[in-house]
């Protein structure tokens, strides 16, 4: 039976439980364990599929198609390991399994509570992901300590914490120690009050986590072990990294945390072995040489709403021993040709996807420039849709091209809703969704990159490539280098004679890691870097 870690968080939102669990993962997989990681989700939304970019950040696709929270990217990119639909649940759906159970008379007429009957079902799906090849769940849970939506996860966690035995689970607090800078000292009055909290429920932390800006001094340690029945050693300081937050599994192992777990949960393997993350981290903190990408989207101001694609652009560069400036530009701001320098001074572009009309022009005028001026370019999803918008008005003469996402009348609906979605109705989990197979043209740039004829992609979106304008397109010189295997749906496109100019339907961005990026990422930050030398002004 595997063994059990909770992270929980107190004081305030975003302190980044979701790094620091990935980080734990990566420590435990180095120590050569059988992981299984997963994010609780408080709100009452059944998935973060229908919620706006602005309240929820990226929303982060796996395998077997399920929209998740964004931090199982983080899981994937820093374990290696393939996340699915066990790994993400919000109480929505916990009460929408529970009700739908009640409907079918399930429960046998019994009154259906909180305890037991939605705490069990929230326990049903954390223990989903044991197994013969897991030793360790690592299982996150959203929010603060003291939320009244968290209470009845928090109430489950205990159960199990019970159930399974001291030795068999550990519970690791994140909480933020602020610093005053005003007083000059650092204050542990609400990470004590947070853990009073933790214990009011009936949870003992086994191991506080500190975020804070500042290096906490031994005194600041021994206060928060005495007042908050922590060990001493069990004190791990996070403060905030120089760099990049692929540091933090190594700022974790130096402080002993990986030891202090299998102490705690009876495990015996040998020591972390960290080699291959701390040359790719040195790789990331002294490259050899820089490139600029800009990245011309519709929610520029949001880091989380493009989340893994800033990593995958970084990503990127690792294998070149190159660093990455990006430039985050609203597509808004160059509609009708304005603030155009910010895209000359650019060694790649990327557009990436979205939904909707607003800077639909923008992004069209950036594939544009990098179509007409030699950029290199990688265009995802609605990005793809953009780019083959742009070809169609300007190199084919089709006036007025667009999608019928965006102009139900346009007189050349290049890009069209799916034949599967034009009778939908709900908009939540109702989008060609997971992985899609891909067949790659040969001598192509997707085949080159890949180095395979045929590859497995995930995919977000309603609307594709009108295939009774493909003949058209191809003629004047728009390369339909991937497809599905039955030619059905065009999945990647190319401009014939450019440099580097690609764009999938697909989002390749999810399935990128710092150890292994993908090869699209790789092969267009190449491109970048050769971009720059051919014109250093740039």
């Not at 299984?36 to 395998?63: A, C, F, I, W």
């Amino acid at each position: 039976m595997a063994k059990y870690i909770f992270i929980t968080g107190g004081v305030v939102s975003s302190l980044g439980k979701g790094i620091t669990a990935a980080s734990i993962g990566r420590l435990l997989i180095s120590r050569g364990l059988r992981i299984r990681m997963q994010k609780l989700d408080p709100y009452l939304n059944v998935d973060p599929g229908t919620m706006s970019p602005y309240q929820h950040g990226e929303v982060y696709v796996t395998d077997d198609g399920a929209e998740t929270d964004l931090d199982l990217g983080h899981y994937e990119r820093f374990t290696g390991q393939a996340t699915s639909r066990l790994s993400n649940f919000t109480a929505g759906r916990v009460y929408w399994d529970v009700l739908k159970k009640e409907r079918r008379g399930d429960y046998l007429g019994r009154t259906i509570q909180m305890i037991p009957h939605i705490a069990d079902e929230i326990k049903a799906g954390i223990r989903a992901l044991d197994g013969p090849d897991v030793d360790v769940i690592l299982c996150e849970i959203g929010g603060t300590v003291g939320d009244i939506e968290s209470l009845v996860f928090l109430e489950a966690i205990r159960q199990i914490g019970m159930e399974e035995g001291r030795h068999n689970t550990l519970f690791a607090h994140l909480t933020y120690v602020p610093y005053i800078k005003a007083a000059g000292e650092v204050k542990t009055k609400p990470t004590q009050h947070s853990t009073a909290r933790l214990r009011e429920i009936g949870i003992i932390p086994d191991v506080l986590i500190c975020r804070s800006e500042v290096k906490l001094t031994e005194d600041v340690k021994q206060k928060l072990s005495l007042f908050c029945n922590v060990p001493p050693h069990a004190v791990i300081e996070e403060q905030d990294v120089a760099h990049s937050i692929y540091e933090v599994p190594v700022v974790l192992s130096e402080q002993g945390l990986d030891d202090i777990i299998m102490v705690r949960l009876q495990l015996e393997k040998p020591p972390a072995r960290l080699d291959g993350w701390k040359e790719m981290l040195r790789t990331l903190i002294e490259p050899v040489q820089r490139v600029r990408i800009g990245v011309v989207g519709k929610y520029s101001e949001l880091q989380d709403a493009y989340k893994s694609i800033f990593e995958a652009i970084e990503h990127g560069g690792i294998p070149h021993e190159t660093g990455v400036d990006i430039e985050k530009i609203a597509a808004e701001d160059i509609e009708d040709s304005k603030d155009l320098e910010r895209l000359r001074d650019c060694d790649g572009l990327l557009v990436p996807g979205g939904f909707g009309n607003r800077g639909m022009e923008g992004k069209i005028l950036a594939c544009r420039h990098a179509r007409e001026h030699g950029v290199p370019f990688l265009g995802i999803c609605l990005g793809m849709q953009c780019a083959v918008i742009e070809f169609a008005r300007n190199v084919c003469g089709l006036e007025g091209a667009n999608s019928t996402e965006v102009d139900k009348q346009t007189p050349h609906p290049v890009i069209c809703l799916m034949e599967e979605q034009e009778k939908v109705v709900d908009l939540g989990g109702t989008m060609r969704l997971g992985a899609w197979p891909c067949t790659l043209r040969e001598n192509s740039a997707a085949r080159t990159a890949y180095g395979v004829a045929e590859v497995q992609e995930r995919h977000r979106h309603r609307y594709e490539v009108n295939n009774g304008y493909r003949e058209r397109l191809e003629a004047k010189g728009l390369v339909f280098s991937g497809q599905s295997p039955d030619g059905n749906l065009v999945e990647i496109s190319e401009v014939a004679g450019h440099p580097w100019y690609v764009a999938t339907q697909f989002h390749p961005e999810f399935k990128s890691q710092p150890m292994q990026p993908h090869p699209l990422f790789q092969a267009f930050i190449g491109a970048a870097l050769q971009h720059a030398k051919r014109n250093p002004a740039s």
